[in-house]
């Protein structure tokens, strides 16, 4: 499974929701050509490979642009980290210098021990990067959305009949506690939980999706897809195929990865 990509056919489908969020409809019918894309996130393993034989630095890695115009906690190499508040009010996504790939949650953090996790502060500019490198392309929204689906209706929670929890995310009251309650607090490796219909893993929850850009996103930002190990059902419970949110170009952070797609075989 690791290191695969799956062939996904041609086909119609309905993309889009009557809208929990307002982003997501109205409902359309979408033609989608065949394609191929990664069975699961592109993982640890597979991003060292990357930067092994490039030398790569990713954006988390580099001083942001125009540091000396930022406060001063922003101006040295890092990224964004969620991290449970103590007490209500406390802000949750903190600027942690030393956040990058290899350091998930700061500079005492490491992914040793964790090659099939996805990578994560992987930034759009990165994966477009990853992509070039690896002949492939971020997916656009019609794309993964039609795999995600895989020709099921749209759901509310990502259970299945028996109520078994299908995918990675937030159990409790986001963002006082994670009970963990699918086995993982945080991130989980790729393929822990049973494959879509295509036989995708991780297309719901574990970490959002960079998409391509369309011409609906901005400059400076583009649609993720998804959701992670953060959506819970009282906050941003956008674990579903038609769900989608906006993230900045250039920041990374320790919930969003992806995967590429390919062009058929010949």
Sequence with gaps: MLGTTISIPAGTFIMGANPQYREEGPPRTIAVEAFR???????????????????????????????????????????????????????????????????????????????????????????????????????????????????????????????????????GAFPAKDLGTDGFVGSAPAGCYKPNGFGLYDMIGNVWEWMESSAETQSRTTAIKGGSYLCAENYCARYRPSARQFQEKDLGTNHVGFRLVYPVES
């Design 37 to 171: 894309i990664d069975a699961h996130e592109v993982t640890n393993a597979q991003f060292s490979e990357f930067v092994d034989a490039t030398g790569y630095v990713t954006e988390a890695e580099k001083s942001p642009p125009g540091a000396d115009k930022l406060p001063p906690d922003m101006r040295e190499p890092g990224s964004a980290v969620f991290i449970e508040p103590k007490q209500p009010g406390q802000q949750w996504w903190i600027w942690t210098t030393g956040a990058d790939w290899r350091h998930p949650t700061g500079p005492n953090s490491t992914i040793d021990g964790k090659p099939a996790y996805p990578a994560v502060h992987i930034s759009y500019n990165d994966a477009k990067a990853y992509a070039d490198w690896k002949g492939g392309a971020l997916p656009s929204e019609e794309q993964w959305e039609y795999a995600a689906r895989a020709g099921a209706p749209d759901s509310n929670a990502p259970l299945d009949a028996q109520g078994n929890i299908e995918a990675n995310h937030y159990q």
